[in-house]
């Protein structure tokens, strides 16, 4: 019969533990292996230092580039070096016309090519799109081969189905949206299907070869709509008007077969085109009208913010810009090695001081605080190491920063933990009942405090650019490896050990000695409690510090009860005394 107590569950929760620790371990081994991973953590572009290229923009036919053009250029740049922004890639400006791109390391050849082409933004026809959010199809729930569609005809437009042939369908079905993401190729054909993901919602889309290039967008505003009477709404559209004549009438012959198909059918995904930038769908509307005019108004859940994203993709999005790499040299670490010492010795420092105190706080219970902050310490080196393989994250300064504000942080929830255990034992409990009470007063509190920590990281990497992204983002992550550890380390230890003759019967360095921490049992016998005087004087005999204690955490309601009584015995006292000669004198009158 299994065991299922507390004991056995915090011994399979530690092997759990040991588990994913292992794991994570022979991840590393195998890509230091394969040669793609180290057992050193990548560093950014301020430690390692890296590469730094210099843009010259390239303008099709006799234009002149703009300020606003060149600062929508550093944003798709940065998108595309760095679009995680874990690397810390630096993107920037210089003298109003060149574009200074620093990346850590060394950029391969496709890195090169997708920093110099031209922003890509076309619209294609969708042929099919899933309902939502859509990952990779299961091997054995994909279509069978048999099964697989067969084009019977030429596609007579870029709507037509039978663009979707058995290769399509095989992508298509491998192809994932939602995390883990498949790798796509970032420039596809224009003449031929893409199958390409929506990043925000998750959906998938088969879509046909492109029917209008992004050249030929004119420009693109956006603005709260006007009503039927000519009423401002609150209703937020962007704006497009295409060139004329090719724009205008390419768009108009799109849009009538698309509304076609909406009429018959508002539900079909070949009611809509998608605006695709660089391979990404970030809007695929339905075609409301026939846009005859080349001026077209799109609509959605559209807030000012978003509206104005849109329109500013579909105004800058595709530009008729290129560049051409005028040097590219390798740079130095703009902060260097010595900086990273300095970072880790203050590290150090701190770690000790932690150290330092617990022993002090906690003597042999101190033990288990710096052996949860060591496996903190080592899942996070792992996870680094991981995501520096698989998303190319860099360590940076701020990293560091992040690493070492988090000890602190990491030490607080073992210190929440130890002080409700103590506050149990303090209560007259046995060490058994404080931890399983104590973990369950902790808990609360513990993951209130990471809840707050981990959104506070969020919401810092998502606003913030640069280095302050690497605090953040080693800030959440050392907040996830601290609730791992006390989760799995820390409380099934401690279950363990308040089973131990040590800890359970209280050795005076345990740091869990009742008597130290002013606690004496109430219970004294024959269904009878002590009161709050007698626990008081119980536990001056047995120890002075003890009586301290126990007298410090005397509530006032209690010290009131003592006082009172104190009264009454004196006063008992005094009528006895007082009582005897008279019983004295009644004796000699009866003689």
């Given at each position: 019969?299994?065991?299922?107590?507390?004991?056995?569950?915090a011994?399979?929760?530690?092997?759990?533990?040991?588990a994913?620790?292992?794991a994570c371990t022979l991840?590393?081994?195998?890509?230091?292996?394969?040669?793609?991973?180290?057992w050193?953590?990548?560093?950014?572009?301020?430690?390692?230092g890296?590469?730094?290229m210099?843009l010259a923009?390239?303008?099709?036919?006799?234009g002149?580039?703009?300020?606003?053009?060149?600062?929508?250029a550093?944003s798709?740049?940065?998108?595309?070096?760095?679009?995680?922004?874990?690397?810390?890639?630096q993107?920037?400006?210089?003298?109003?016309?060149?574009?200074?791109?620093s990346?850590p390391?060394?950029?391969?050849?496709?890195?090169?090519?997708?920093?110099?082409?031209?922003?890509?933004?076309n619209?294609?026809?969708?042929i099919?799109?899933?309902q939502?959010?859509s990952?990779?199809?299961?091997?054995?729930?994909?279509?069978p081969?048999?099964k697989?569609?067969?084009?019977?005809?030429a596609?007579?437009n870029?709507?037509?189905?039978?663009?979707?042939?058995?290769?399509?369908?095989?992508?298509f079905e491998?192809?994932?949206c939602?995390?883990?993401?498949?790798?796509?190729?970032?420039?596809?054909?224009?003449t031929?299907p893409?199958?390409?993901?929506?990043?925000?919602?998750?959906?998938?889309?088969?879509?046909?070869?492109?029917?209008?290039?992004?050249?030929?967008?004119?420009?693109?505003?956006?603005?709260?709509?006007?009503?039927a009477?000519?009423a401002?709404?609150?209703?937020?559209?962007?704006?497009?008007?295409?060139?004329?004549?090719?724009?205008?009438d390419?768009?108009?012959e799109?849009?009538q077969?698309?509304?076609?198909?909406?009429?018959?059918?508002?539900?079909?995904?070949?009611?809509r085109?998608?605006i695709?930038?660089?391979?990404?769908?970030?809007?695929?509307?339905?075609?409301l009208a026939?846009?005859?005019?080349g001026?077209?108004?799109?609509?959605g859940?559209f807030?000012e913010?978003?509206a104005?994203?849109?329109?500013?993709?579909?105004?800058?999005?595709?530009?008729?810009?290129s560049?051409e790499?005028?040097?590219?040299?390798?740079?130095?670490?703009?902060?260097?090695?010595?900086?990273?010492?300095?970072?880790?010795m203050?590290?150090?420092?701190?770690l000790?001081?932690?150290?330092i105190?617990?022993?002090?706080?906690?003597?042999?219970?101190?033990f288990?605080?710096?052996?949860?902050?060591?496996?903190?310490g080592?899942?996070?080196?792992?996870a680094?190491i991981?995501l520096?393989?698989?998303?190319n994250y860099?360590l940076?300064?701020a990293?560091?920063?992040?690493?070492?504000?988090?000890?602190?942080?990491?030490?607080?929830s073992f210190i929440?933990?130890?002080?409700?255990?103590?506050d149990?034992l303090?209560d007259?409990?046995g060490?058994?009942?404080?931890?399983?009470?104590?973990?369950?007063?902790?808990?609360r509190?513990?993951?209130?405090?990471?809840?707050v920590?981990?959104?506070?990281?969020?919401?810092l990497?998502?606003?913030?650019?640069?280095?302050?992204?690497?605090?953040a983002?080693?800030?959440?992550?050392?907040?996830?490896?601290?609730?791992i550890?006390?989760?799995?380390?820390?409380?099934p230890t401690?279950?363990?050990?308040?089973?131990?003759?040590?800890?359970?019967?209280?050795?005076?360095?345990s740091?869990?000695?009742?008597?130290q921490?002013g606690?004496?049992?109430?219970?004294?016998?024959?269904?009878r409690?002590?009161t709050?005087?007698e626990?008081?004087?119980v536990?001056?005999?047995k120890?002075?510090?003890?009586?301290?204690?126990?007298?410090?955490?005397?509530?006032?309601?209690?010290?009131?009860?003592?006082?009172?009584?104190?009264?009454?015995?004196?006063?008992?006292n005094?009528n006895a005394?007082?009582?005897?000669?008279?019983?004295?004198?009644?004796?000699?009158?009866?003689?």
């Amino acid at each position: 019969m299994a065991r299922t107590g507390p004991t056995s569950t915090a011994r399979r929760t530690l092997l759990w533990l040991a588990a994913i620790i292992i794991a994570c371990t022979l991840a590393v081994a195998g890509g230091v292996l394969a040669g793609a991973a180290t057992w050193a953590p990548k560093l950014g572009l301020d430690l390692e230092g890296g590469t730094q290229m210099i843009l010259a923009p390239k303008v099709e036919g006799a234009g002149s580039i703009t300020a606003e053009q060149l600062d929508q250029a550093v944003s798709i740049i940065r998108q595309r070096v760095d679009g995680s922004g874990v690397s810390e890639a630096q993107i920037s400006t210089e003298g109003g016309r060149n574009v200074v791109v620093s990346m850590p390391g060394k950029p391969t050849d496709e890195e090169r090519n997708l920093i110099k082409a031209s922003a890509n933004m076309n619209f294609r026809p969708v042929i099919a799109a899933t309902q939502g959010p859509s990952g990779a199809v299961a091997e054995a729930d994909r279509t069978p081969a048999d099964k697989l569609p067969v084009p019977t005809a030429a596609p007579l437009n870029a709507s037509d189905p039978n663009w979707v042939d058995a290769a399509v369908m095989k992508s298509f079905e491998a192809t994932s949206c939602i995390p883990p993401l498949t790798e796509r190729p970032t420039t596809s054909d224009p003449t031929k299907p893409l199958i390409s993901c929506e990043p925000d919602s998750g959906v998938k889309y088969i879509l046909g070869p492109v029917e209008i290039p992004g050249k030929w967008i004119k420009t693109a505003s956006y603005g709260l709509m006007s009503g039927a009477q000519g009423a401002t709404t609150n209703v937020w559209s962007v704006q497009l008007t295409l060139t004329k004549p090719e724009g205008a009438d390419a768009f108009k012959e799109v849009t009538q077969r698309l509304h076609t198909k909406y009429l018959a059918n508002e539900n079909d995904p070949q009611a809509r085109f998608a605006i695709v930038l660089d391979d990404s769908v970030i809007s695929a509307p339905a075609s409301l009208a026939a846009i005859t005019d080349g001026q077209s108004s799109i609509t959605g859940n559209f807030t000012e913010a978003s509206a104005k994203a849109l329109a500013d993709q579909l105004k800058f999005g595709s530009l008729p810009l290129s560049f051409e790499i005028q040097s590219e040299i390798q740079i130095s670490a703009t902060l260097g090695l010595q900086q990273l010492e300095m970072g880790v010795m203050a590290g150090l420092i701190g770690l000790g001081l932690v150290v330092i105190y617990s022993l002090f706080q906690y003597r042999a219970l101190g033990f288990v605080t710096i052996l949860s902050l060591i496996i903190a310490g080592l899942l996070t080196y792992l996870a680094i190491i991981l995501l520096g393989w698989a998303e190319n994250y860099r360590l940076s300064l701020a990293g560091v920063a992040g690493i070492i504000v988090s000890i602190g942080q990491t030490a607080d929830s073992f210190i929440v933990y130890f002080e409700r255990v103590r506050d149990e034992l303090r209560d007259g409990r046995g060490l058994i009942a404080a931890v399983e009470n104590g973990w369950g007063r902790a808990k609360r509190t513990i993951l209130a405090s990471k809840a707050v920590n981990i959104l506070a990281s969020l919401v810092l990497y998502f606003v913030s650019v640069g280095s302050v992204k690497g605090f953040a983002f080693t800030l959440g992550l050392t907040a996830v490896a601290d609730l791992i550890v006390v989760f799995m380390f820390t409380h099934p230890t401690l279950q363990l050990l308040a089973r131990t003759k040590f800890f359970g019967e209280g050795h005076a360095f345990s740091g869990l000695d009742p008597v130290q921490l002013g606690a004496v049992p109430l219970y004294r016998g024959a269904g009878r409690f002590r009161t709050p005087e007698e626990t008081l004087e119980v536990a001056k005999g047995k120890n002075a510090r003890a009586a301290g204690e126990a007298e410090r955490r005397q509530t006032i309601a209690e010290r009131r009860l003592a006082a009172k009584e104190h009264q009454m015995v004196g006063s008992g006292n005094r009528n006895a005394d007082a009582a005897k000669p008279a019983a004295s004198d009644d004796s000699k009158e009866s003689k």
